[in-house]
């Protein structure tokens, strides 16, 4: 682009002004800023190969070159983390977004995470699963193949499978429902009940043995 004007400042900052309207300032330690035609989209280079983008609706993109991780805040509070190496982003609370910072030392295998306003968490596996972490301690995985799993706060587990199948995970009893009205409930001392849908009680010890059948 053409340059309309050119200004060098004693402290050796020097700003260039385009034609398109474009403004352009160059810092003497290497970073400079782009100041869009409309004067609402900012970009600065720094020296050390981070980039943060302003955008026109608040949108604030930082990328940190060392880490190759972007940081994305938007207006409406939402920051998303995006992972090109595995590593662990770590947000420092109370700090400018510059501290924002990969902790390189930690493995992780997410390469992407959400914080929505309201303390909700979201996490991408790269084989796109996807964990939600409630503020309330719950928590959901949701799995490529369709399984949702949702862990509740006392530990209890519920599982709910693509065929129609549902799972149950208590301290108390392990139990399965099937899509046919069949309920089988496995306790921690080893019994098992099965329950059909047409009234029928099956029982047995954890040994196996048959102890009470119904057969209705």
């Given at each position: 682009?053409?340059?309309?004007?050119?200004?060098?400042?004693?402290?050796?900052?020097?700003?260039?002004?385009?034609?398109?309207?474009?403004?352009?300032?160059?810092?003497?330690?290497?970073?400079?800023?782009?100041?869009?035609?409309?004067g609402?989209?900012?970009?600065?280079?720094?020296?050390?190969?981070?980039?943060?983008?302003?955008?026109?609706?608040?949108?604030?993109?930082?990328?940190?070159?060392?880490s190759?991780?972007?940081h994305?805040?938007?207006?409406?509070?939402?920051?998303?983390?995006?992972?090109?190496?595995?590593?662990?982003?770590?947000?420092?609370?109370?700090?400018?977004?510059?501290?924002?910072?990969?902790?390189?030392?930690?493995?992780?295998?997410?390469?992407?995470?959400?914080?929505?306003?309201?303390?909700?968490?979201?996490?991408?596996?790269?084989?796109?699963?996807?964990?939600?972490?409630?503020?309330?301690?719950?928590?959901?995985?949701?799995?490529?193949?369709?399984?949702?799993?949702?862990?509740?706060?006392d530990?209890?587990?519920?599982?709910?499978?693509?065929?129609?199948?549902?799972?149950?995970?208590t301290?108390?009893?392990?139990?399965?429902?099937?899509?046919?009205?069949?309920?089988?409930?496995?306790?921690m001392?080893?019994?098992?009940?099965?329950?059909?849908?047409?009234?029928?009680?099956?029982?047995?010890?954890?040994?196996?043995?048959?102890?009470?059948?119904?057969k209705?």
């Amino acid at each position: 682009e053409e340059i309309e004007r050119e200004t060098t400042y004693p402290d050796g900052k020097v700003e260039k002004v385009l034609k398109n309207g474009c403004h352009l300032v160059y810092f003497p330690n290497g970073t400079w800023k782009k100041v869009g035609s409309d004067g609402k989209t900012i970009t600065v280079t720094f020296f050390n190969g981070d980039v943060k983008q302003m955008m026109p609706d608040g949108t604030v993109i930082y990328y940190y070159a060392d880490s190759k991780t972007t940081h994305t805040t938007y207006y409406d509070g939402l920051e998303v983390l995006q992972f090109s190496n595995g590593q662990i982003g770590k947000k420092l609370p109370n700090q400018p977004p510059k501290l924002y910072l990969c902790n390189k030392y930690i493995v992780s295998k997410y390469i992407s995470e959400k914080h929505y306003p309201d303390g909700k968490k979201e996490i991408t596996f790269p084989d796109q699963t996807i964990k939600n972490l409630f503020t309330d301690g719950q928590e959901e995985s949701i799995f490529p193949d369709g399984t949702i799993v949702r862990i509740q706060r006392d530990g209890s587990k519920s599982i709910e499978f693509n065929n129609g199948q549902r799972e149950l995970h208590t301290s108390q009893f392990k139990r399965r429902e099937y899509p046919d009205g069949t309920v089988k409930t496995v306790y921690m001392n080893g019994q098992q009940e099965t329950k059909y849908v047409s009234g029928r009680v099956r029982v047995k010890d954890k040994d196996g043995n048959v102890i009470m059948d119904t057969k209705a």
